[in-house]
């Protein structure tokens, strides 16, 4: 499983389109703080949602396998004036959580998992560390997405202080990819530091998410996709699911 190294240091420059806002309101709308309130944000990475569910009521905790991640979540939590108490772990790993409510996985967290057996393993033990009525929500890139979107690479962006070449490839897995970035950024001598990442992501078919929730436990699970209540289409970028134990 790959995870964020020195990107974290420009992430949240670089992700200022990602509706946060709309996906906690897609949480809060089916497991509001005054009935769910412990939730595990998994896949937490600068905390910025973490903080938000902070502030409607939840007691949160945050999961990433990103050291440099959650350094930075850390310095948010103590700028913002919250607690959140953060934890370095694999998702496939989950362990120690115990009657918890809710547990997001956001962003497509949960297509670093390199095969479905890893993914499995996490839906499995995310089901172990819930209560009966606590929820998961989660986030995939759709075969659409995997298969047509990223393959247009390369993608680059030059803000005048972060300039960066993103170049994909196939994965040997169907619906996976490997993501090369090289990031050039400017430091206080106006002179550019380079650093390049490299990232794997693999996603699967809806039915397949579908049979993995069941085969852990869960029912009433729902799909939708790119933050709309609506039923996914051949296009969608991003496929919702939400599962109750």
């Known amino acids: 499983m790959s995870s964020y190294g020195r990107f974290a240091e420009v992430y949240d420059a670089l992700m200022t389109d990602i509706p946060y806002d709309d996906y906690i309101s897609w949480v809060a709308k089916y497991a509001p703080s005054k009935e769910y309130k412990k939730l595990l944000d998994i896949g937490c990475g600068t905390g910025k949602m973490a903080t938000e569910f902070t502030k409607l009521g939840y007691e949160v905790s945050g999961l990433d396998l990103s050291e440099e991640m959650l350094t930075i979540a850390a310095e948010r939590f103590m700028i913002e004036g919250v607690n959140v108490p953060l934890f370095c772990m694999s998702m496939d790993e989950l362990e120690g959580f115990e009657n918890l409510d809710i547990v997001t996985i956001p962003i497509d967290s949960i297509n670093y998992l390199s095969n479905q057996e890893e993914v499995q393993e996490t839906l499995s033990r995310v089901y172990q560390s819930l209560r009966s009525g606590g929820q998961l929500f989660f986030d995939v890139h759709s075969?659409?997405?995997?298969?047509?979107?990223?393959?247009?690479?390369?993608?680059?962006?030059?803000?005048?202080?972060?300039?960066?070449?993103?170049?994909?490839?196939?994965?040997?897995?169907?619906?996976?990819?490997?993501?090369?970035?090289?990031?050039?950024?400017?430091?206080?001598?106006?002179?550019?530091?380079?650093?390049?990442?490299?990232?794997?992501?693999?996603?699967?078919?809806?039915?397949?998410?579908?049979?993995?929730?069941?085969?852990?436990?869960?029912?009433?699970?729902?799909?939708?996709?790119?933050?709309?209540?609506?039923?996914?289409t051949e296009k969608s970028e991003r496929i919702f699911l939400r599962a109750v134990k």
Not at 169 to 181: F, I, L, Q, T
Not at 183 to 190: D, K, S, V
Not at 206 to 226: H, R
Request: hydrophobic content about 40%; proline content about 3%.
């Open 143 to 232: 075969l659409y997405k995997m298969d047509e979107i990223f393959m247009d690479s390369p993608f680059t962006f030059d803000d005048g202080e972060i300039t960066y070449l993103w170049i994909t490839e196939a994965g040997e897995a169907p619906h996976s990819v490997h993501h090369d970035m090289v990031f050039y950024i400017q430091q206080e001598n106006r002179l550019f530091e380079r650093f390049e990442e490299y990232h794997y992501q693999r996603t699967f078919d809806i039915q397949t998410y579908i049979d993995m929730l069941q085969q852990a436990g869960f029912s009433e699970i729902a799909v939708t996709a790119d933050y709309l209540e609506e039923a996914p």
